[in-house]
């Protein structure tokens, strides 16, 4: 009779330069649905608020925690520099590419095995930029000391593979894993009420729209097909976009909407870490983002059976791709709007919930967290005791 022998419990070096939104919540839920027998955590990033949500998202593991001065390279450096020093690191895991920038030296001279997750796309006008040329050549040199680029979807992988196509950038091993979440924390049917709490009449059109109010996320596009469906198609019901985030451009979005005499048809609102009972408060989800690489917002949609009407960017494709979610092209307002009027006279809410099984099932990030885990012991060069 033989006796399976349990593997050595890992130490993994977490490198977050930018501790945000998608970032956050790929290690609440990846690592979150990981034995805690298994591993321990180092993490590293720059003091902020940020990354105390990280502390918070990982408490389960109670991981050492070396706060850098700020989010510059040389910063976050010093304080992985630290955590080497200082703990036995088994493998390092760098968030996103300029996370893996910072830490390539130690990489180098600790000859640690490193693991570099992807977030971000790279754009065809952000490519045409000199200071991007010369910072692809950079970064190019820091993925090739890596072991692993570990891209968090398909687009992402072939967005990578279109602009970082030449050496040493192709030495590490490609393993893509789809990002995932923890269906279990939006299996409560509970749901907040924003018509009473917002004042809104019960047959008013809530119209969702949550992240950080940067260029990007493609606000600006909602406020052009406010302006449409409220100026020139007649809606049926009062439209009330419920924006629910912080940072970036916030105010300027505001006058925008002054501007535009929208004001009675935006409310604002921080954000909430109850995402699964606000979503359910909503009567559609917009996401009209000009870029996405592989967004966990239209996963907790359509697992809470939301319905879900999406700019077709090529990470939320990769994400809606067989779902009832509406897709419009990017950057475009009118079809935006015709997409929200027409939801208006047929709100899909029964389908979307009827798709709400497939969902947690397809979506659920414990066989993300497993394939993960699964990479950082293979290059992690350790075998079970």
């Not at 059976?305 to 509406?326: K, N």
């Not at 099932?361 to 075998?383: C, G, K």
Request: net charge positive; aromatic share 6%.
């Amino acid at each position: 009779m033989t006796t399976a022998v349990a593997a050595r419990k890992l130490t993994v070096l977490l490198v977050v330069r930018w501790p945000v939104g998608g970032i956050r919540s790929y290690l609440r839920y990846t690592y979150g649905l990981m034995p805690r027998s298994d591993l321990d955590l180092v993490l590293c990033g720059p003091r902020s608020e940020d990354l105390d949500e990280c502390v918070k998202a990982l408490a389960a593991f109670e991981p050492k925690v070396y706060r850098a001065a700020s989010a510059g390279i040389r910063d976050i450096f010093k304080a992985a520099r630290q955590a080497l020093k200082e703990n036995h690191v088994d493998v390092m895991h760098s968030q996103g590419y300029s996370s893996a920038v910072s830490v390539a030296p130690l990489v180098v001279l600790g000859r640690k095995p490193h693991v570099v997750t992807i977030h971000d796309m790279f754009t065809e006008a952000l490519r045409k930029q000199w200071s991007i040329k010369i910072g692809r050549w950079v970064l190019a040199g820091a993925l090739g000391v890596s072991d692993v680029v570990q891209p968090t979807g398909r687009a992402v992988e072939t967005n990578f593979r279109r602009h970082m196509s030449f050496w040493p950038a192709t030495r590490p091993t490609v393993e893509t894993i789809r990002n995932g979440i923890d269906p279990q924390r939006f299996c409560a049917p509970a749901r907040r009420d924003l018509r009473s709490e917002l004042q809104l009449a019960a047959q008013d059109f809530v119209i969702g729209f949550m992240g950080r109010f940067m260029a990007i996320k493609g606000f600006h596009v909602l406020i052009k097909a406010m302006q449409e469906l409220v100026g020139t198609l007649a809606p049926p019901r009062r439209p009330i976009v419920v924006a629910i985030g912080s940072g970036g451009f916030v105010r300027e979005d505001r006058a925008a909407i002054e501007r535009s005499a929208l004001g009675d048809h935006f409310r604002f609102l921080p954000h909430t870490n109850e995402v699964g009972a606000t979503l359910r408060g909503l009567d559609v989800l917009v996401i009209p983002s000009m870029s996405e690489a592989s967004p966990i917002l239209p996963m907790e949609a359509l697992i809470c059976g939301v319905p879900v009407i999406a700019s077709a960017c090529d990470g939320l494709v990769d994400v809606l791709q067989g779902t009832p979610a509406s897709l419009f092209p990017i950057g475009n307002g009118h079809e935006l709007a015709l997409n929200l009027r027409a939801r208006m006279d047929a709100p899909g809410r029964q389908e979307a919930e009827a798709y709400a099984p497939a969902a947690r099932d397809r979506f659920d990030a414990r066989n993300s967290a497993a394939s993960l885990e699964a990479v950082l012991r293979r290059f992690s060069r350790r075998t079970p005791a």
